[in-house]
C-alpha cells in the first residue's frame, strides 16, 4: 500500500522546501596602485611680455643712407687731398723725335709715289674739270648761261632740281667741295649736261648718299623715270635709264635719258634731252667713258 501525502483526521502538513544556500563568489581585491613621488623641477619664471615688431624697410634705409655719406665722404677727402697737391705740368706740345720714321731715309731708297692707275685720290684732288668727258667732235657750246667745261656753283646746281631750296641745304650739310660741269648741243635738238659732284672727307659719305638719293626715286613714274634702269658696267651702284616721252600739243616730242654712278667722293650725273628717240647705247657709252676718267 502506498503511503497517503495526507494523515487522516489532520491537516495537511506543507512539502519540506530544501534551502540551497549560494555563497556568491567576490573577485580578489585589486592590489593598491604605485603613486610615483613627483618630480621636483625648477619653479616657472615670469611670462614675457609680446615683442612689437619693428617697421620693416627701415634697416635698409639707414643702410643705404650710410653708404650715400661714405660715398659723399670720400668724394670730399679725394678733392681735398687732390686740392693740396701741386699741379703736375703736362709735357710740351712740341718734342723732338716725333717723326716716323726717326730718320729721313736716303733719296735712293724713297718708294716712288703710287700710280694714277691705283691711287685714284691724286686723280681726283687735281683739276676736277680735267676729269670731265670731252664733248665729241661736231657738238657745239650752248651759250654763256651753261659752261662748256667749267666749275658751277652750288646753288645754280641746286637750281637745276624741283626742290632748290631742300637740295642746296641738303649738299651744304653733306660738305660739298666742289662741281665741275659740262654742257654741249649735239645734232639738231640733242642737249648733253654731265655733272661731276665732289664731296670733303669725313664721317659723311656725302658722294654715296647723293648718288644713292637720287637713285632711289628713279624707279617712280611721277618724278624718276618709271623704271628700274640698267647697271653701268665697272661701277658698283651706277645705273642709266630712259624716261617715256613728253608730249604736248603744239610742242615736239620730249625724250630724256639720264645716268647716275659713284666712285671714291665723286658723284656723276649725266642727261640728254632730245627730240628724237635716245638709244640706250647713248647713254650707256657716254656714262662708261665718264666712269673711266674717275
Known amino acids: 500500500m502506498e503511503p497517503k501525502d495526507t494523515i487522516p483526521g489532520g491537516a495537511a502538513e506543507p512539502p ?5 544556500a549560494v555563497q556568491a563568489v567576490e ?7 604605485v603613486v610615483p ?3 621636483v623641477g625648477p619653479e616657472p619664471g615670469p611670462v614675457p611680455a609680446p615683442v612689437r615688431p619693428r617697421p620693416r624697410g627701415r634697416t635698409t634705409l639707414l643702410i643705404a643712407a650710410a653708404a650715400v655719406l661714405g660715398i659723399a665722404g670720400g668724394t670730399a677727402v679725394g678733392y681735398g687731398v687732390q686740392a693740396d697737391r701741386a699741379p703736375t705740368p703736362l709735357p710740351a706740345l712740341s718734342q723732338p723725335n716725333l717723326a716716323y720714321p726717326a730718320k729721313a731715309l736716303p733719296a735712293d731708297q724713297v718708294p716712288d709715289p703710287l700710280p694714277v692707275s691705283q691711287d685714284r685720290q691724286r686723280k681726283t684732288d687735281g683739276d676736277l674739270r680735267e676729269l670731265l668727258v670731252s664733248k665729241p667732235s661736231g657738238a657745239r657750246n650752248t651759250g654763256f648761261l651753261f659752261p662748256a667745261k667749267g666749275w658751277m656753283s652750288l646753288d645754280a646746281y641746286a637750281r637745276e632740281f624741283k626742290s632748290e631750296d631742300y637740295m642746296f ?7 660739298v667741295r666742289r662741281i665741275a660741269a659740262a654742257d654741249w648741243l649735239q645734232g639738231r635738238h640733242r642737249d648733253v649736261s654731265i655733272r661731276l659732284v ?5 664721317a659723311e659719305l656725302g658722294a ?6 637720287q637713285l632711289g626715286y628713279m624707279p617712280y613714274a611721277k618724278d ?27 610742242y615736239l616730242p620730249v625724250y630724256q635719258a639720264r645716268a647716275i654712278a659713284q666712285r671714291g667722293d665723286v658723284m656723276f650725273d649725266i642727261n640728254i634731252f632730245d ?13 662708261e667713258r665718264q666712269l673711266e676718267r674717275l
Open 198 to 202: 665732289q664731296f670733303r672727307s669725313g
Open 37 to 39: 613621488d613627483p618630480v
Open 169 to 175: 641745304e641738303t649738299l651744304a650739310e653733306a660738305d
Open 275 to 287: 627730240t628724237a628717240p635716245i638709244s640706250k647705247k647713248d647713254i650707256r657709252t657716254l656714262a
Open 27 to 33: 573577485p580578489p581585491a585589486a592590489p593598491p596602485a
Open 224 to 250: 624718276g623715270a618709271g623704271n628700274e634702269g640698267d647697271p653701268i658696267k665697272g661701277s658698283g651702284n651706277g645705273r642709266y635709264f630712259l624716261y617715256k616721252a613728253v608730249n604736248k600739243p603744239g
Open 16 to 20: 519540506v522546501q530544501v534551502e540551497v
Open 208 to 213: 654715296s648718299d647723293h648718288a644713292n638719293d
